[in-house]
T-cell receptor
Framework: DGGITQSPKYLFRKEGQNVTLSCEQNLNHDAMYWYRQDPGQGLRLIYYSQIVNDFQKGDIAEGYSVSREKKESFPLTVTSAQKNPTAFYLC????????????????FGPGTRLTVT | GEDVEQSLFLSVREGDSSVINCTYT??????LYWYKQEPGAGLQLLTYIFSNMDMKQDQRLTVLLNKKDKHLSLRIADTQTGDSAIYFCAERVLTGGGNKLTFGTGTQLKVEL
């Protein structure tokens, strides 16, 4: 699971409701990321955080919000403002800028499939 | 700008070699990666190559990098049915925002008996 836990694996919500997806890591890594994947498409970056209490917008941040109050946790809220929320959401971690990584690779969790009807 | 392109599908017979290709546009790329995704799962890092290398081999996997043409390939020797998956290439680019990867759209590899 790449040292990342995402829960739940499947999530169903009614249109107009906010929903929060969980992402936890146990490897003390600084950087965490949220991606969205739609069928037949690559990954699109929603938000990322290089350090606790700081995060930046990715390419498709509209309709989403995040927090990074603890190093091990980076929850993503899909708000009712997100027009097409049904998708597969992936969380990733990397050692980040301070970790002295040799590869800067990102390691992914198992994903959460969100269906909004 | 950042753009990573891959062909959508590849079909091979079991035991043959598979070659998955990728082109990228950002000349400031430092690392390039190959990930594998099985149905309903997250992405698994297979291998990566630093931009000052032109080849890296890891068991059945061989990565070739042509920096002049911005072309990356992944060769899987003796392809097995368990190799059927979507393969993504990704590049790390140097931006003001820190460590970000740009992913291709993925190549669906189908291994036939």
């Amino acid at each position: 699971d790449g040292g990342i836990t995402q829960s739940p694996k499947y999530l169903f919500r009614k249109e107009g409701q906010n929903v929060t997806l969980s992402c936890e890591q146990n490897l003390n890594h600084d950087a965490m990321y949220w991606y969205r994947q739609d069928p037949g498409q690559g990954l699109r970056l929603i938000y990322y955080s290089q350090i606790v209490n700081d995060f930046q917008k990715g390419d498709i941040a509209e309709g989403y919000s995040v927090s990074r109050e603890k190093k091990e946790s980076f929850p993503l809220t899909v708000t009712s403002a997100q027009k097409n929320p049904t998708a597969f959401y992936l969380c990733a971690r990397s050692t980040g800028l301070a970790g002295g990584s040799r590869s800067w690779a990102q390691y992914f969790g198992p994903g959460t499939r969100l269906t909004v009807t | 700008g950042e753009d990573v392109e891959q062909s959508l599908f590849l079909s091979v017979r079991e035991g043959d070699s598979s070659v998955i290709n990728c082109t990228y546009t950002d000349s400031s790329s430092t690392y390039l990666y190959w990930y594998k995704q099985e149905p309903g799962a997250g992405l698994q890092l297979l291998t990566y190559i630093f931009s000052n290398m032109d080849m890296k081999q890891d068991q059945r996997l061989t990565v070739l990098l042509n920096k002049k043409d911005k072309h990356l390939s992944l060769r899987i020797a003796d392809t097995q049915t368990g190799d059927s998956a979507i393969y993504f290439c990704a590049e790390r680019v140097l931006t003001g925002g820190g460590n970000k990867l740009t992913f291709g759209t993925g190549t669906q590899l189908k291994v036939e008996l």
